[in-house]
């Protein structure tokens, strides 16, 4: 629990009615206290969501550090138990789980959310059936199409997918990008 009963309330409210409607006024209604108290604390509905936004990645890196803590030196176990305790925690928090991938919903100019988004553990993959189905070379796997507009899907994929991870590689020059390190 938090010492702030705005943020319980919050977190409570958007985990049982979800994001659409949300209001000061109504966090506020159900925490038992007045409409502007809110203000007080919070200048906006975007900063209250900022705040149980960070405090929840942060409670999620907690879970995922001890969970893989828990799990071992391998490899393998670490992994499969921090994929267990990020399911267990949007689960369990689906209140400020649904505020921390909705940026449209914080304040984007807040330090401490910023600071909860650097910090993040990310599993960066590529999932090639955004460009043909699980493709190998420079030929689709449907004949039809030409290679060059293959080569261009695949370009346009990988730019894509550089420009939407937390990842710092130099960017894609082309349909032949390689996304490892080398």
Known sequence: PSPHPLLDTARAYLGG??????ALREIAG???????????HFPSLAALCSVVATQGFRQLYTDI?????AAGPDGRDRLGASGQAY??????????????????????IDP?????????????????HEVDNNYAG?????????AATF????????????????????APDGADYQMRRS
């Not at 159900?30 to 007080?40: I, N």
């Not at 399911?87 to 984007?108: I, Q, T």
């Not at 420079?138 to 030409?146: E, H």
């Not at 695949?154 to 590689?169: C, D, G, I, K, S």
């Open 65 to 69: 550090a001890e969970a893989m803590e």
């Open 138 to 146: 420079d030929q689709s796997q449907d004949q039809s199409v030409p």
């Open 17 to 22: 009615r979800g994001l659409e409607g949300v």
């Open 112 to 128: 401490d959310l910023q600071a909860a988004h650097t910090s993040a553990p990310w599993y960066v993959i590529w999932d090639d």
């Open 151 to 170: 080569r261009e899907r695949r370009t346009a994929a990988y730019q894509a997918w550089w420009e939407h991870q937390p990842v710092r590689l130099p």
């Open 87 to 108: 399911v267990r925690f949007a689960v369990a928090n689906p209140g400020a789980y649904s505020l921390m991938f909705r940026p449209d919903r914080c304040d984007p």
């Open 30 to 40: 159900r925490a038992g206290v007045s409409h502007g108290a809110p203000l007080r």
